[in-house]
């Protein structure tokens, strides 16, 4: 876990912005589902086990037995692709209110976020995750799926962004 206490942390930080200093060379970060995790947002299998009982009690279309073999093959896409189409409303509104950032980060994200933007390079983060908890704490421009070809004159104009590589809860809704 990210430790803004933790000495060798922030030298290992400070030498690989040194190292891109001197070597030109932009540092790309990659945020993983860690993060959101410490935002108290549910990961996917967590996510996946609150739609499994909610579809269970509320659906009577939702086979458990299909969606119980894609839950323990740990086929997420799957799993998520047939809940939508058994209710897409119920997904939306469960995937919506299961992934909404808190106004009010915990400390260990406010740790995180503090640290990012101490860092004197412009931010250039590449990540999977869907939540918004990134682009509402650092205010950066947001890259979504269909505009990901972008990122490479991004990355060479050393400007900062998110990428979201595979969207966010706002455009998974309008997709």
Known sequence: MFDSKNNETFAAINELCSLSKESKKPIV?????????WCELPLWSQLADNFHKDYCRYESAYDRKRAGEFLSQISFPDFFSYCKQISSVRFNNLLVSSLKAPE???PVYARFISALK???QPL???TTNVDEAL???LHLPVILPADLER???LVQNRES???KLHGSISWQLQH
Do not use: C, D, H, Y
């Open 161 to 163: 962004f998110i990428a």
């Open 104 to 106: 009010n980060p915990p």
């Open 124 to 126: 250039q983060i590449l």
């Open 135 to 137: 682009e509402q704490n």
């Open 118 to 120: 101490a860092t004197k």
């Open 151 to 153: 990122l490479k004159t």
């Open 29 to 37: 970060i990659w945020v993983g589902a860690g993060a959101s995790a």
